[in-house]
């Protein structure tokens, strides 16, 4: 992976860290509760673990498969998905409704997991993972797969390793400053964002196969 594409999956992680229905506020929301500090620092690496499985599922999938033949195919069918999931988040009146904050680590972890896939985070990677050179012919791509699959999960780990850390940002900042009342009166939609975002992605990714 060249700089180019680490500096895009961290920025795209660090987007994810923003993005409060990824976690941290349920992380604010555990710390508040319990009035300790640990029990946000301590539901932030569940939160984290949910949302690497969720984006190294489909980033192993798209580098362990892809070929010379078979990537146009791929930037093809990611860009529908990501524009049409896009759309459909813009369009949708539903909204994901928090669960009881006593929940186990694992119990965390798989939410996250839900979460992540459900707003189409490892989606958000296909622009960056099909752009990215193809090793190697068509009739090394099955000898290759391992590797990719491997490249893919190391992408998925750069992502994941941005996201927790802007996750842990913000939430102390709110923990600590703001509180989250605040969260009432000045933060944005960023679901709205969010989906803009998968559409235009998605459009990106049509235009580049």
Request: charged content about 10%.
């Amino acid at each position: 992976m060249t700089v180019g594409t680490l500096a895009t999956l961290a920025a795209l992680g660090a987007f994810h860290g923003l993005n409060p229905a990824m976690g941290w506020l349920f992380a604010v929301a555990r710390g508040l509760q319990e009035r300790d500090r640990g029990a946000l620092l301590r539901a932030l690496p569940p939160i984290a673990a949910g949302h690497l499985a969720s984006v190294a599922i489909v980033a192993a999938l798209v580098t362990a498969t892809r070929s010379v033949t078979a990537s146009t195919a791929l930037a093809v069918v990611g860009g529908v998905l990501l524009v049409g999931f896009g759309l459909w988040r813009l369009l949708s009146e539903r909204h994901f409704r928090w669960a009881g904050m006593r929940l186990s680590s694992a119990q965390l972890a798989g939410w996250s997991f839900l979460m992540s896939s459900a707003h189409g985070a490892g989606l958000m990677l296909l622009p960056v993972l099909v752009a990215e050179p193809v090793s190697g012919g068509h009739s090394g791509h099955l000898a290759a797969a391992p590797v990719g699959a491997l490249t893919g999960l190391a992408a998925a780990g750069v992502h994941t390793v941005a996201m927790l850390g802007t996750a842990l940002v913000v939430a102390m900042l709110v923990y600590q400053v703001l509180g989250v009342g605040v969260l009432r009166r000045a933060w944005f939609n960023v679901d709205r964002l969010w989906a803009g975002v998968l559409v235009a992605a998605g459009l990106v990714t049509l235009i580049r196969a």
